[in-house]
């Protein structure tokens, strides 16, 4: 029992880590602008793709015999490479469908992440096809045997890769002075420029780190799960989007907590039930947690923001 | 230096402000004064680019076109600050923090440390303090990081939003007590106050603001005479 219980704490690990990576990313552009970016769970589709994109591109330039590149470098590459890729799609998500509306109503910027969602997920399907794709395999899968439990290097490589990324960011956040200019919009964006700080480029910064992020959950999910389809970033999306309410709008931890606690409370409700049910029970607690904590794990009571 | 022609500025269908001139020269400390919604914060938030003017609306600073510049870039670019109503402190961020996010877009990065001790020399209590979360502070102190965090972000002029509100007079003496000297230092001051008396006692040059409009200017002196100004400004 001890050992089913352990191995399934790696598993929700494992799938906490997507949440996580994605939950920050709807947390920080909540943070500063004060609206939910609902195009984040398919930036992560987005993510995922080009990184399908550009791991397939450097497989093909490596047997190609030019350059000699194994496996575990093409991954490293992919992971740069996509990271900065997405970001751009993040920035250029802010460009056209975010600072225009910046003064608009809140339900006006909710439907713009709405519809650029949309246009995301047909997007690629007008792209590529209606067929999936499958991520290449760039980790052969070696299971270790721990005590009982059954750990995969895939899995080590996805929890440590995931929590270094969110170890980055919380030392960017906290130390950096980018961090410090987004921990200031956090609390009062109008008087922002007032210290020399563009908003814009804080805005569009933030957009980029969390597709960043959301682009490294992608690959890490193709490496897990090699199977694509334009609309894996829906559900996804929404889980994601539960976490970083769940862990308090805005909080940075909280949406990393949250994140780990859905990944930990769908693994162990499947372990317990049957599979179809997971959906239906795992949220029916995380819905029972709001209602006793209706703020989320770090978030405030109500907003004590200032607006001009 | 700072000169500003026919400002006008509209909150949708309310005008706050209705074509007001003034202009305030190197070295010198101006005020504004005015009731309530006279549109003294509208005059310093459209200097600062916060709020959009009216196209006929002429703002130039050592003949550079404000109205170029958009509101990080007045303070990064041409070294006008700006201490807002209420302070507007950033609560979650510390003292010392507070004080850098205001460097934030300076190029000359050599004199941080320097500005950082004459702001610590002139308000030693933020010293004590520097680790401390912003929005512990005391009232007085709360202003103090506000006026030092402008001294940090620019300060070839500093406009000033109600300094003394909420102060107990004896640390609005030592507020304006530190203005003067940073006034001293050659940043030109534009002051905004509901407290005519003290802002007219502090200043050389001031304007009175009715409804959006100046309706008197001149020598703050004369001001202070004048039986107008006494009788709507300063308690008869």
Wanted: charged share 15%; net charge positive.
């Amino acid at each position: 029992m001890g050992g089913v219980l352990l191995q399934n704490l790696v598993n929700a690990l494992q799938w906490g880590s997507f949440y996580a990576l994605i939950a920050l990313g709807y947390s920080m552009v909540y943070s500063i602008l004060m609206l939910f970016n609902f195009a984040h769970g398919d930036i992560f589709m987005v993510g995922a793709y080009i990184g399908f994109g550009v791991a397939t591109g450097l497989i093909a330039l490596a047997k190609m015999g030019t350059i000699m590149m194994p496996n575990w470098l093409i991954l490293v590459l992919t992971l740069i490479i996509t990271m900065f890729l997405t970001s751009f799609v993040g920035m250029l998500v802010e460009r056209i469908g975010y600072r225009p509306l910046r003064d608009a109503p809140r339900a006006s910027a909710a439907i713009t992440g709405l519809m650029i969602g949309i246009i995301l997920e047909t997007g690629n399907l007008a792209l590529l096809g209606a067929q999936r794709v499958s991520f290449p395999p760039l980790i052969v899968s070696h299971t270790y045997e721990l005590g009982g439990v059954f750990v995969t290097n895939k899995k080590i490589m996805i929890v440590f890769v995931s929590i270094a990324f969110m170890l980055a960011l919380h030392v960017f956040v906290t130390r950096s002075k980018w961090g410090m200019a987004m921990r200031a919009m956090a609390v009062d964006y109008v008087v922002v420029p007032l210290m020399g700080v563009s908003i814009n480029n804080i805005a569009r910064m933030t957009f980029a780190i969390g597709s960043a992020l959301a682009a490294v959950a992608g690959i890490l999910f193709g490496v897990a799960y090699p199977v694509l389809d334009p609309y894996m970033g829906i559900m996804f999306g929404w889980k994601a989007f539960v976490a970083a309410i769940l862990g308090g709008r805005g909080s940075i931890m909280g949406a990393t907590l949250a994140g780990f606690l859905l990944g930990f409370i769908e693994i162990f409700v499947a372990m317990i039930f049957p599979s179809t049910l997971r959906d239906l029970i795992a949220y029916s607690i995380v819905l029972l947690i709001l209602v006793f904590r209706p703020h989320g794990f770090f978030g405030e009571p109500y907003s004590a923001r200032l607006r001009l | 230096m700072l000169s500003v022609e026919n400002l006008s500025v509209s909150y949708g269908k309310i005008t706050a402000l209705h074509g007001v001139d003034f202009h305030i020269d190197a070295g010198e400390i101006v005020t504004i004064i005015g009731a309530n919604g006279a549109g003294k914060s509208t005059t310093l938030r459209a200097i600062s680019r916060m709020v959009p003017v009216s196209k006929d609306t002429k703002m130039t600073y050592m003949g550079k076109n404000l109205l170029d510049y958009p509101a990080d870039k007045v303070v990064s670019q041409l070294g006008i600050s700006h201490v807002p109503e209420g302070r507007r402190l950033f609560g979650n961020l510390t003292v010392m923090e507070n004080l850098k996010l205001a460097t934030f877009a300076r190029k000359d990065t050599e004199n941080i440390g320097r500005d950082l001790e004459r702001v610590f020399s002139i308000f030693t209590r933020l010293k004590e303090r520097s680790g401390q979360k912003a929005g512990t502070l005391s009232g007085g102190e709360q202003q103090m990081l506000a006026i030092g965090r402008a001294f940090m972000s620019g300060r070839k002029v500093m406009l000033l939003d109600e300094p003394s509100m909420g102060l107990a007079p004896l640390l609005m003496m030592d507020v304006f007590k530190a203005l003067k000297d940073i006034n001293e230092e050659g940043t030109a001051i534009l002051l905004v106050e509901q407290n005519a008396r003290l802002a007219l006692q502090f200043a050389q040059r001031g304007y009175v603001l009715e409804t959006g409009n100046l309706v008197l200017a001149g020598d703050s002196k004369k001001l202070l005479e004048d039986p107008e100004v006494k009788k709507a400004y300063l308690g008869g």
